[in-house]
């Protein structure tokens, strides 16, 4: 690129992270755009790609604003070609050098799988590992890095459902309809015991089908006092949050790229792979749940654990009187919270489907509580008080009933005949 290209691709770069660098944002909403713009398609100039990834959005800002508002900090960087491959881009190649830099530990394939997981790399492209292995040598990122090591220490919760520990394993291909579909195994494992509260196989890693999980794991072995998940975008929302600081349960998201943390949970994923799906036999989600639950109780929950000396089930049942039951409100627990603006014709809206609210809170600012598979039963709260369900808006019915509408020198619903014998 010649000079005025390069200043052409740092103008376009601009465009794109101008309102998130020269305006006040408040907390969320620089993701909320990040996020918009990712999603838009673009004319980017010299490149044959229309999309931009929101960490290269976040990449953009971060440099324009490290820079104290240079243009120049926007330029893309003149690259070498030499030991690389005329293949991978420039913003891919900074993406794995980036990448590296946050997973200093990490095996270059696992680098690999993770820019495919983050959507880091191209559509149709394949960075092979020698072309990796060449991207970081360049570097001088290819070797491990030997300075101060961080202080880790063994750790065991005292009782049961003091400590559970959750993640989230890439499971095989099952049968869905005519198709094969990859599975997810969601997995929540007491620090004490080493039991397993509930695990399931799903179609998806998404908060929902974890929810999902973690309501069954609440409802078959009690509430936890702490919970440790791992640092990604679905375990830092705010309804993860306040279904845990509703239930009393300390929510703990372990350092990004620690697995350490969450080491038992990783240790019996292993277990999974190597003693569980070598014998599994069946096709469908169904069959791999039958038999994941079957192979919990009958042999993972009754034989010795080599850390413990003692079953998982028996270690938990030591003292079964520590245990918190989960709430018999439950349900309520798990419900999805907004907040709407009642419309001056008694309307809020929510994913598109119309309710009507009592008139006394038209204007008003309201939270409306809801699950999504009973998406017409909506609680209304109002200053910390419940006023009961909003009602579906049926417009048939409304064109049938009658306003309150009162007017000078007469009462409400008042006929001719009753003005008659007033």
Known sequence: MNEKMREEVALFRFGVISDLVCSRLEPGEMSTRIKEKSEQRWQIPHSCRSRVAESTIRRWATLYQNSGGQLTSLYPRPRSDRGRSRR??????????????????????????????RKLTPPGMTISLSTAYRILKQEGL????????????????QYPNDIWQSDVMHGPKVEVGNQKRKCYLIGFLDDHSRLLPHAEFYLSEKLDSWLDAFRKALLTRGVPR?????????????????????????????????????????????????????????????????????WIREEYHQRRHSSTAQAPLNRFGEHIELIRAAPRDLEDHFRKEVRRRVTRDR??????????????????????????????????????????????????????VRRDKPIQGKLPFQTMEDSHEL
């Not at 290819?142 to 919760?157: C, F, H, L, N, P």
């Not at 993860?240 to 372990?254: D, F, N, P, Q, R």
Request: hydrophobic share 35%.
């Open 226 to 294: 702490k919970l440790y998940v791992d640092n990604g975008a679905a375990f830092r929302s705010r309804h993860l949050e306040k279904i845990c600081a509703s239930l009393g349960i300390a929510l703990v998201h372990t350092p990004p790229y620690t697995p350490q943390g969450r080491g038992k949970i990783e240790r019996w994923f292993r277990t999974v792979r190597s003693q569980f799906l070598p014998g599994f036999l069946g096709g469908s989600l169904t069959d791999i749940n039958v038999a994941l639950d079957l």
């Open 142 to 157: 290819s070797g491990k890095k030997t300075g101060e090591q961080v202080d880790r220490r063994r750790y065991e919760a």
């Open 347 to 400: 309307t809020v809206s929510i994913n598109n489907r119309l309710f009507e609210a009592p008139t006394k809170f038209i204007g008003e600012q309201i939270s409306l509580l809801y699950h999504e598979y009973k998406p017409e039963r909506v609680e209304i709260r109002h200053k910390g008080r419940s006023h009961g369900l909003l009602v579906p808006l049926d417009l048939k019915i409304n064109s049938e």
């Open 88 to 117: 991978v881009d420039e913003e891919t190649v900074l993406s794995l050098v980036k990448l590296r830099k946050e997973m200093p530990g990490f095996p270059v394939a696992k680098l690999l799988e993770e820019m495919e997981k």
